[in-house]
């Protein structure tokens, strides 16, 4: 069964309510549903903070979500010196969300079902730039959100497995979102079969039971690369980890391969986690070099919304200048049929 939870109030009306607290009730709300009827069920919980503007919410006392401008501070961050208000804002979301997902673990052992769930939890980016100079989020990873740095891309994953995974155990093996489909249906006793044709990723639940990683190398891929003041262009930008090499290339363009625009950078994680000495230009990597690339060539589907080269995805409708926020990749009439790019294991 699928169920999709429509958030219909606006902001200026008296029903409306902060959206993470509909997260919260409707997932507890659909845990007793399910296990009433006796049902498995998979859930799928976004949360929206933190996020940009920092937005908490003060449920017992405000009817209103809480402006960005002027968010619910949590109490233990409200008379802190040298913190800014920004910073009391985003730890208060963080505060929010802990409380939040501890409210919807506590469920399911209330219901009893706790020892018979798999609660995978990660975060979808690494930090934004605004709140890592001052909490050092990224730890010693350069980059943040965004960028195809290791501090843009390497989060934390927690997983509760009781029975299977032991507490306190740990992995350094690395798997992306888009092993979650594969991995949630091995759960299910699915096989790969039974996914549609083409699904990226593979099942990391041998991971869960201590055994080796399915997968070598990982490719990842984004429009808008931000990539300032790192060293390399904003624009379409792809990375291949093989090993502890870690290759960026940025602005190539499928359509124009030889272009002057294209940058490369390498990397050896395993004596410079902080991506700090470009080996590029060294003639000995020049076989790592190709062998990266042809990774990269073989995982990137070109996309009509999405086309590589330095104007990222803006060609197909001649606007002018590189991915931002505030100069999206689409015309406004299409924001709704954005298909995601792709990826291939």
């Not at 699928?2 to 993470?20: C, H, N």
């Not at 949590?74 to 505060?95: C, F």
């Not at 190709?290 to 990774?295: E, M």
Request: negative net charge; contains cysteine; hydrophobic residues 35%.
């Amino acid at each position: 069964m699928r169920r999709r939870l429509a958030l219909t109030a606006s902001a200026s009306s008296s029903s409306s309510q902060f959206s993470e607290d509909a997260f919260r009730n409707k997932t507890v709300e659909f845990f007793r549903e399910q296990t009433a009827a006796k049902k498995p069920f998979f859930a799928f919980v976004s949360f929206v903070t933190p996020h940009s503007g920092f937005c908490s919410h003060e449920a017992s006392s405000h009817v209103q979500p809480a402006p960005y401008a002027v968010p619910y501070v949590e109490p233990p961050y409200r008379n802190l010196t040298g913190w800014s208000s920004m910073y009391k804002d985003y730890a208060s979301a963080v505060t929010r969300q802990d409380r939040d997902f501890g409210i919807i673990l506590d469920e399911l052992e209330k219901l009893g079902i706790a020892n018979n769930t798999v609660v995978i939890s990660a975060s979808d980016n690494g930090p934004e730039a605004e709140v890592d100079s001052f909490f050092n989020s990224a730890g010693p990873f350069r980059g943040y959100k965004r960028a195809l740095l290791e501090g843009g891309m390497r989060t934390p994953m927690a997983v509760r497995w009781p029975g299977v995974i032991e507490p306190g155990t740990s992995s350094d093996a690395m798997v992306n979102f888009y092993d979650i489909l594969p991995t949630v249906a091995d759960i299910a006793g699915l096989s790969a079969d039974d996914l549609p044709p083409g699904t990226d990723g593979v099942s990391f639940t041998d991971t869960f039971q201590g055994q080796g990683a399915k997968r070598k190398a990982n490719y990842w891929e984004f429009c808008y690369n931000a990539a300032k003041p790192f060293g390399y262009p904003n624009g379409f930008g792809q990375a291949v980890r093989d090993g502890d090499m870690k290759m960026i290339r940025s602005n190539y363009n499928y359509s124009h391969p030889d272009s002057s625009q294209v940058q490369i950078l390498l990397f050896d994680l395993s004596n410079d986690i902080g991506e700090l000495h470009d080996l590029s230009k060294d003639p000995k990597y020049a076989q790592t070099i190709k062998d990266l690339s042809a990774i990269m060539d073989a995982n990137h589907v070109e996309d009509v919304y999405w086309p590589s080269g330095p104007n990222c995805c803006r060609s197909q409708f001649k606007a002018q200048g590189p991915c931002t926020p505030s100069n999206p990749p689409y015309p406004p009439h299409q924001t709704t049929a954005m298909p995601p790019p792709g990826f291939a294991d």
